[in-house]
């Protein structure tokens, strides 16, 4: 209600419902931030009719503000999706594109080089819902139909694997998966979309960690589920609003001024990647380097088909002799490049995985470094790898 129509309050009254009327005529080329839990309505009308499914109003801080929905929407536009749900880290929105879809008795597909707490997930909740979680081999492409079953509810794809760099045949994937009526569900973290369509190449859900390059600095964890259609939005949207799930409007604000950056931040980082990939692939203690723009990664001509570009994350293996302690060396005799998870921020990562213990038959006897491309100096970047082979 208007405050001019008001008879004068007291002090603590004033402090709440202020008589000086802010201008509201004001635009800026920043995203606002609204913050809300309780949403006003106009009248008891508005109300009694209130929907948490409907995008075109407003009723709760948990059902989103004018932050969240820009957010959202921004992010179903790039994909080409009918509509995004935001959830507090990738992790819980890689949850929410099984939970709404599987139940007791059922069964869903992961591949082998998955993202290690999805395993987690599956040996954890998704066990405890009697929901059967079997694995494939991510080159498995259409010969995936043999693992594919009456109850299979959900085929999860990501690709390239966050570690190990293969890329599945997605579209192969999802022609098996559709035609036992599944649905295809890709962790679309790598390249956050910009470089695969996932929507065209198949897949009816795209997963994000918006923590890794559309926020792009390290500062938050979110996370989001783009759905091809509006009765998967609808499954998807009413487990969350079920269960709460929403996210901080100052969190999306800032993944709001990371997103027009995104695309400029990607590219120079796949050519810095790039070319310090080519440059490994030169060391004589390096015997494979696992990117997916190599002939040598296994999947390539896959990439090469599917997507548009690649990013500043990617692996290479020692030679055989070298193991877990000369990776350690290696890692601890970078200055630039820190030891810590994630990617897609301005710094430099450097990590090495003990694949023997996640992957079965996983061929490669020296140890495995993966590295994240941040946006120092190129060279200095370089000159920071040599102390890693000088302290081999
Ligand atoms: C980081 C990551 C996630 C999880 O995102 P968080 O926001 O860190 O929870 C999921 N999938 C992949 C491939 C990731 O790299």
Redesign the pocket.
């Known amino acids: 209600m208007s405050q001019s129509t008001k008879s004068p309050r007291r002090a603590a009254t004033n402090l709440i419902h202020p008589a000086r009327e802010v201008p509201r005529n004001f635009r800026s080329l920043a995203p606002g931030t609204e913050r809300a839990s309780t949403v006003l309505f106009d009248d008891v009308g508005k109300w009694n009719s209130r929907s948490g499914f409907n995008e075109a109003v407003y009723t709760y801080g948990t059902s989103g503000t004018p932050t969240t929905r820009d957010l959202q929407n921004r992010i179903a536009e790039w994909e080409g999706g009918y509509n995004a749900v935001l959830f507090p ?3 819980a929105a ?1 949850a929410y594109a099984f939970l709404p879809f599987v139940q007791p008795g059922d069964h869903v597909l992961v591949p082998s080089n998955v ?1 290690e707490p999805v395993k987690t997930l599956a040996n954890g909740l998704l066990k405890q819902m009697n929901v059967a979680v079997e694995q494939y081999d991510p080159m498995v492409g259409s010969g995936i139909a043999t693992q594919i079953k009456s109850n299979t509810k959900i085929v999860w794809v ?1 690709t390239p694997g ?1 570690i190990t760099m293969e890329v599945s045949d997605l579209p192969a994937i999802a022609e098996a998966a559709h035609k036992a009526g599944a649905l295809v569900a890709i ?1 679309n ?1 790598y390249s956050a979309g910009w470089y695969l369509r996932a929507f065209e190449k198949g897949a009816d859900i795209s997963v994000h ?1 918006l ?2 390059y559309p926020a792009g600095h390290s500062d938050l ?3 989001s589920i783009t759905t091809k259609d509006e009765a998967t939005w609808r499954a998807v949207k009413n487990l969350a609003l079920q269960t709460g799930q929403c996210v901080a409007p100052d969190d999306a604000y800032l993944v709001l001024r990371g997103l027009p950056t995104m695309p400029l931040r990607i590219k120079h980082t796949e050519r810095v990647a790039l070319d310090i990939a080519n440059w490994l692939v030169a060391q004589s203690n390096v015997a494979l380097v696992l990117h997916p723009a190599l002939t040598q990664c296994p999947g390539h001509s896959i990439w090469k088909r599917d997507f548009t570009g690649a990013t500043g994350v990617f692996s290479f293996v020692l030679r055989d002799e070298y193991g877990a302690d000369a990776a350690a060396r290696f890692i601890e005799a970078l200055e630039l490049f820190q030891i810590g998870a ?1 990617w897609g921020g301005v710094g430099s990562l450097a990590l090495t995985y003990d694949l023997n213990m996640s992957r079965p038959n996983w061929p490669h006897k020296g140890a495995l470094i993966r590295l994240n491309i941040g946006l120092e100096d190129e060279s200095d970047l370089k000159e920071d790898l040599m102390r890693g082979f000088a302290a081999l």
């Open positions: 880290s990738g992790l890689v993202y990501e966050s962790d973290t960690a923590t890794k964890v979110m996370g994630s």
